[in-house]
């Protein structure tokens, strides 16, 4: 994700960091590099000039747009599987996993530079917990990735209505076998891998340090998409984005589909959460103050 404008700078935390093991390499080859690198300002909590601002709205438009499209060629991918008696005619599991992984891939390409390319409310949850971003902007593109999310489902839903609701309109919910604890747990490691990787994609001071490593940052994210999907189909048909599993659960609207559907706004924010804290508190080695005001690294 590239995010030089103004609006969506990422904004990572201002502190130093001491050299672990094993960098000595990297940190000689950074300082002979002639990268220069500074860490934009931390977000603040509202932001009065954003609401004022075009590109805030603009930003607004492509996540509503962008996660209408992943809802859109993921969902029909999902139901194109389910209604087919033999799977091997299909795309089968391995091709739902492509579905969400390359939308992901091709859609972060296309709206970093206008949005930051969240397109899933836990992303932007966990940018939010780092001050990459306002509680404004964030609550907004929540608000445009649920819509986007309910538009796109309605779309794939309107192209043949019985068959949507036949082959489970692909609604989130815990598979026979699992437990509600069990599916949990697979939504809060799934999306931590996910936000942990857009952290870490994303990462201006490591792009920096590691500047003789081309980085195309939404291919990782996007392939994280995909093994988190590979990995958990099975358990709950893998959510880990809120926006994806509420438009899916809305337009769907069958009962068992909502019985399970807080986890997957539970799982989400837990994993996102935990990604920001381990990225910003270990990674990025953010220090420690003392009662005596002294830092502590």
Request: charge should be positive.
């Amino acid at each position: 994700m590239e995010y030089r404008e103004h609006d969506v700078d990422l904004g990572l935390n201002k502190y130093p960091e001491n050299q672990a093991i094993g960098t000595a390499a990297q940190d000689h080859h950074h300082h002979h590099s002639g990268v220069k690198y500074k860490d934009a300002p931390n977000s603040p909590l509202f932001d009065p000039n954003e609401l004022t601002s075009w590109s805030f709205y603009r930003a607004g438009i492509a996540e509503f747009l962008a996660t209408l499209l992943f809802l859109y060629v993921t969902i029909l991918t999902v139901i194109g599987v389910a209604e087919s008696d033999s799977k091997c005619s299909t795309a089968g599991i391995q091709g739902i996993a492509w579905a969400f992984g390359g939308m992901i891939f091709a859609l972060v390409y296309s709206t970093a530079g206008v949005s930051g390319g969240h397109i899933n409310p836990a992303v932007t949850f966990g940018m939010f917990l780092a001050r990459k971003l306002s509680l404004t902007r964030t609550l907004w593109y929540m608000v445009m990735q649920c819509l986007g999310a309910i538009c796109g489902a309605g779309i794939v839903k309107g192209f043949g209505k019985h068959l949507y609701q036949t082959h489970g309109g692909g609604a989130n919910i815990v598979n026979h076998g699992y437990t509600k604890g069990g599916g949990l747990g697979a939504e809060i490691v799934g999306t931590f891998v996910l936000v942990y990787t857009v952290f870490s994609a994303t990462d201006e001071k490591r792009r920096a340090r590691d500047s003789h490593v081309p980085l195309l940052a939404p291919l990782p994210i996007g392939f994280a998409v995909f093994l988190v999907h590979l990995a958990t189909i099975p358990i709950t048909g893998t959510g880990i984005n809120p926006a994806r599993s509420l438009g899916a659960a809305i337009i769907y609207n069958k009962k068992h589909a909502w019985n399970d559907h807080w986890i997957f706004w539970v799982g989400p924010f837990i994993g996102a959460t935990l990604a920001a804290l381990y990225h910003q508190i270990v990674i990025r080695a953010i220090p420690f103050k003392s009662s005596k005001g002294n830092t502590t690294k």
